[in-house]
């Protein structure tokens, strides 16, 4: 099952947990753990005071997807400046 929730979307993920019953917290979890793992980049610990992982972690996701790294060169004749 946890491949499975893999496959669907952050978004998707969120609002299922949010109002089904039979989707568990911790399949939730582990789908967007494993969701992250497949895209090459892991998703950050739950900060302190922050009651719900599944928000936390489906936020989180959300926010990498919508501002992936920027990757940039620079040689001998130009430089370049990435305000973040």
Same mark, same amino acid.
């Given at each position: 099952?946890? $491949?499975?929730? /893999?496959?669907?979307?952050?978004?998707?993920? %969120?609002?299922?947990?949010?109002? /089904?019953?039979?989707?568990? +917290?911790?399949? %939730? !979890?582990? #789908? &967007? @753990?494993?969701? +992250?793992?497949?895209? #090459?980049?892991?998703?950050? =610990?739950?900060?302190? #005071?922050?009651?719900? %992982?599944? @928000?936390?972690?489906?936020?989180? *996701? &959300? !926010? $990498?997807? *919508?501002?992936?790294? *920027? $990757?940039? %060169? =620079?040689?001998?004749?130009? /430089?370049?400046?990435?305000? #973040?």
């Amino acid at each position: 099952l946890v $491949r499975v929730v /893999s496959r669907c979307d952050p978004a998707d993920i %969120a609002r299922v947990a949010a109002v /089904s019953l039979l989707f568990h +917290a911790s399949l %939730a !979890l582990e #789908g &967007l @753990r494993l969701w +992250a793992r497949e895209r #090459g980049f892991e998703l950050p =610990a739950q900060p302190e #005071g922050e009651s719900c %992982a599944v @928000r936390w972690l489906c936020y989180s *996701a &959300l !926010l $990498r997807e *919508a501002n992936p790294p *920027a $990757r940039a %060169a =620079a040689g001998k004749w130009h /430089s370049v400046f990435i305000d #973040g």
